[in-house]
């Protein structure tokens, strides 16, 4: 039998400060996505704009200053990562800059673009450490670590700063709203699970670590956090391990779960002679979670916003050029809300709206592509694809509440790009250094966790 070759272990294409400023990016783009807006824990309320403050602007100013000026310096080896990119996110992100040349906003559109463009930069650059995925959620974790234990303190020591006021006793901790802290401690759970998985940790540190984001998640009292935290660390577990025999069990497991719900929409329509409304489908899992069916008045929003797509359906209004606040496009629905709000609360119709219906299938269109890598990934080394694949499940399903995908420089989106970057280059590099050109010959050169 042939020997089967080992490739020599990865070795860093960056200098030695280069890669300490890469580690800093990483660090900062977590931090200053997580923390309020501009560090202005004065007015948490108002902590997030589309225009962003003055600090909001000198904290991305520098980040995305690293990053561009590391990505001109290693220029050849930046462009050779970026080609073996996802190539749908690459089309994504040049029609994305297409909309320039139509948006209502130009101004406001010409920023998302350069943040947009600015965290895929930052993700590749990052790929040139050539450090496995446990280095990056090590990174992560002590940020969000940080983060988190200072909740704890604000939360117990000063709750006039801790608490949500809105929300009688759940805590917000050192962020914007006590949602905020549930999704973060949901993540942060996640992703300590994810590295468990991947290098033996003792039970002490497991404890502390799943702890901290156990008592920030029942603090903040989040539904949304717990569903996402369930949700996530139960892909990672079913996805560990091959539970049935067959190496189709995912697609038979989907194809059931297919099934099972287009018979319930024909007995449904038996019995009906109708399909069923929004309300119908929502509310029992609503009220799981001690919501109405209108999830906390977020399909009202949902209405004015479709009125909106009407008028620009296929191209958009362009990327960013909507919430604006008063005066703006976004006025249509100010004019019937008791509120203002700064998204529509659902990251799939903000697409449709601001990118049209080629923009929204264009989305699809990546997130089915990382999809399929991810199936693939799967063969080679299922704890890492099981972690990725928490990633943008739990991210495509709190999109339905919270705009998050391909939308500003939120951590969901961050992380997100940075997961379809580093699975692109996972699978490039695999079959580069053992010369595969077919998913037979991938199967049968797993990747080493």
């Not at 080896?77 to 992100?93: D, H, I, S, Y």
Request: aromatic residues 10%; positive net charge.
């Amino acid at each position: 039998m042939k020997p089967i070759s080992v490739p020599p272990p990865p070795v860093s294409l960056l200098a030695p400060f280069d890669a300490k400023l890469a580690v800093l990016l990483l660090v900062m783009m977590t931090a200053f996505s997580i923390l309020p807006a501009g560090f202005e824990w004065s007015s948490y309320e108002a902590s997030y704009s589309e225009d962003g403050s003055i600090g909001f602007k000198i904290q991305w100013a520098l980040v995305f200053g690293i990053t561009f000026l590391l990505a001109l310096k290693y220029r050849t080896l930046a462009l050779q990562t970026l080609g073996r990119v996802n190539p749908m996110l690459l089309v994504f992100v040049l029609y994305v800059a297409m909309t320039l040349a139509w948006s209502e906003l130009p101004i406001a559109t010409a920023k998302k673009i350069v943040q947009l463009v600015g965290i895929l930069t930052a993700a590749v650059v990052f790929q040139l450490l050539r450090k496995p995925l446990s280095f990056m959620l090590k990174i992560l974790l002590s940020v969000i670590f940080l983060i988190e234990l200072a909740s704890v303190f604000v939360g117990l020591a000063v709750p006039s700063i801790g608490v949500d006021p809105g929300f009688g006793t759940a805590w917000r901790g050192v962020l914007s709203g006590k949602n905020a802290l549930g999704y973060v401690a949901a993540i942060y759970s996640i992703l300590w699970l994810g590295l468990a998985v991947l290098e033996p940790i003792s039970i002490r540190i497991h404890a502390i670590g799943l702890g901290l984001g156990a008592l920030c998640l029942i603090k903040s009292t989040s539904s949304t956090g717990l569903t996402i935290a369930i949700l996530g660390m139960g892909i990672i577990l079913l996805v560990r391990r091959q539970h049935i025999g067959s190496p189709l069990w995912l697609v038979r497991s989907w194809t059931v779960v297919s099934i099972v719900v287009l018979c319930a929409l024909q007995v449904f329509f038996i019995q009906e002679s109708r399909l069923p409304e929004w309300k119908e489908i929502i509310g029992p899992f609503a009220k799981l979670f001690g919501k109405g069916s209108d999830l906390t008045g977020r399909t009202e929003i949902w209405e004015f916003v479709r009125i909106e797509i009407e008028r620009h359906w296929l191209l958009g209004i362009g990327y960013g050029a909507f919430w604006h606040g008063p005066g703006s496009a976004a006025q249509i629905v100010i004019d019937h809300l008791p509120w203002i709000p700064t998204q529509a609360h659902n990251g799939y119709l903000d697409i449709w709206n601001e990118l049209g219906t080629l923009g929204l299938l264009l989305m699809a269109c990546v997130l089915l592509a990382h999809i399929h890598q991810l199936l693939q990934l799967a063969s080679l080394n299922r704890p890492v694809a099981g972690l990725h694949g928490a990633i943008v499940a739990v991210t495509c399903v709190s999109n339905f509440s919270e705009s998050s995908i391909f939308r500003g420089v939120g951590f969901e989106n961050i992380l997100l790009i940075f997961s379809i970057v580093s699975v692109s280059i996972m699978l490039h590099e695999h079959r580069s250094n053992f010369g595969i050109s077919t998913m037979t010959e991938l199967k049968n050169r797993p990747i080493k966790p």
